[in-house]
């Protein structure tokens, strides 16, 4: 079992950056691919952005492409996403979540989820 925990969020303005963690216990994530996803309210969930156990491969919406960066540090047992020029419609809960294998932007196919930390970017 892993367990991930979200933090970082919070309030910021348009324009603004932030960096969000993710921290994992409970076993080593060097193995896991990794994920982040975000969900605002009255929305499905969408994928964001995710890196391959290495860290050598990444992969990002488009809607974040060049101004998001997905990380990780697998001595830390720790994934990070760094926002850059933030929009309002980046408001919403982003979680973090582990699979097995290589990258997906489907959540269905990752195992292990946080709970989430809330962002909000006003105008």
């Known amino acids: 079992q892993v367990q991930l925990v979200e933090s970082g969020g919070g309030l910021v303005q348009a324009g603004d950056s932030l960096r969000l963690f993710c921290g994992a216990s409970?076993?080593?994530?060097?193995?896991?691919?990794m994920g982040w996803f975000r969900q605002a309210p009255g929305k499905e969930r969408e994928f964001v952005a995710a890196?391959?156990?290495?860290?050598?491969?990444?992969d990002y919406a488009d809607s974040v492409k060049g101004r998001f960066t997905i990380s990780r540090d697998n001595a830390k047992n720790t994934v990070s996403l760094q926002m850059s020029s933030l929009k309002p419609e980046d408001t919403a809960v982003y979680s973090c979540?582990?699979?097995?294998?290589?990258?997906?932007?489907?959540?269905?196919?990752?195992?292990?989820w946080g709970q989430g930390t809330q962002v909000t970017v006003s105008s």
């Open positions: 409970g076993r080593t994530i060097s193995s896991y691919a």
């Open positions: 979540a582990a699979k097995g294998g290589g990258l997906s932007r489907y959540p269905k196919w990752y195992d292990y």
């Open positions: 890196i391959t156990g290495s860290g050598e491969n990444t």
